[in-house]
């Protein structure tokens, strides 16, 4: 059964109707006081970092200064040679993957909405928090030269700010570095183990980055 | 001309050993900067009380946490904690937990711990030093009457920066950094703030 139904208000009844419509609504800044917006100001690049931490010594004995800035540059390409071999079993290699993953779960598990906006610090049109986040590497890099083991890693720097206060935050660093230390020539073998550790690594960096957010002052 | 040489490579000499060459050993005062701890849901618990007990040293290499490096990345001095690495992660725990509106006291629940990895490397590069320092503990909360562990984790805490000089300065920075970072992981563990809540 359907029912149709007109009122007849007078003009004045109408403009007040709507009047106390309009300040009942929450404003655009109150429906964003639980989102967090996160800018992604340089997504970071995946990097190697093995052979370049060994001594230069033996070229530098050999042709002094010159011997030892080309045993670098020879390092640093087999560095690269390294990351070509290991990057054709990740099969994403970005820096923010996982990461933003891990950062929206753990905000969304306390409430707070997330944009994710891949670029410079821009309008944040009242969000409660906004996130700058640069991210200088990711990847595999040497953590104990003693035994050649390396890690997973991911180095970043970030501010944390309240748009509404009109604060720019303090500029913080966050590196986060894997729990399983290995020899290259380990995770070579392992690539399952190298991918996890890797993912494992970018997801704590953004649950971190969440926290930070959550019980920010 | 020779005396501005004279002068150049004295200040270059005192510099050095002021602030400690490659060749010497450095015993750092780390841990003592505990002062900026991050609250999280470690402070969701009704203010309990903790006994931190002194952890184990588990490390292979307890002699030292690091080594300095010369120009050509060859090991040289070594880099110590002026306190055992022990104490310091311990003294950093009980900051943290007041820091969280706990308090310390002889009858509270029990916090031991084993240090497996406090370790600084240093990569040298052409125009900076680049240091990462790694800190990893397994820590047990235990009742305080029945000893029994009701909470265990492993924590990992870690910094890097680059730098332009190996200075004992820099390398205090960069393992107070992952010494705040290691206490993060405890401060914001939620399955751990769960337990305590539970008690």
Known sequence: MTMNITHKISRPVAAILGLVIALTLPSAAAANDKNVVLFIEDPGKFEVLHSRAQSTSTGAVLFGLIGAGIEEANRKDKDEEKEEAILVHIPDDACHSYLVDAFTVQLEKKGFGVTVNHAKVGKTAGDAYAVRLKIDACGFRIVDSIDDEVAAYVVAQYRIFKPQEKTSGKLEELTMIGRDHRPWEDFQVDFDGAVNEFRSVKSRAGTRLANKVIYTK | ?199
């Open chain 2, 1 to 199: 001309m020779q005396t501005s040489f004279k002068r150049i490579l004295t200040l270059s000499i005192v510099g050095l050993a002021l602030h400690g060459c490659a060749l010497t050993d450095a015993s750092l005062e780390v841990g003592n900067d505990m002062t900026v701890v991050n609250e999280g849901p470690l402070s969701e618990p009704e203010s309990l009380v903790f006994r931190v007990n002194e952890f184990e040293d588990a490390r292979e290499d307890t002699v030292r946490v690091g080594y300095k490096k010369n120009g050509f990345g060859q090991n040289m001095g070594d880099i110590a904690t002026a306190r055992p690495v022990t104490e310091v992660i311990s003294d950093a725990i009980t900051a943290a937990a007041i820091a969280n509106g706990h308090t310390i006291g002889e009858s509270g629940i029990v916090i031991d711990g084993v240090v497996n990895r406090f370790w600084i490397e240093t990569d040298i590069n052409f125009t900076n030093i680049e240091m990462a320092c790694n800190i990893e503990a397994e820590v047990f909360f235990s009742h305080p009457q029945s000893n029994d562990v009701f909470y265990s984790a492993t924590y990992n805490g870690s910094f890097s920066d680059k730098k332009q000089m190996g200075t004992e300065g820099n390398f205090t920075e960069i393992i107070d950094g992952a010494l705040q970072a290691l206490i993060d992981e405890i401060v914001f563990d939620e399955a751990l703030a769960e337990s305590l809540t539970a008690l």
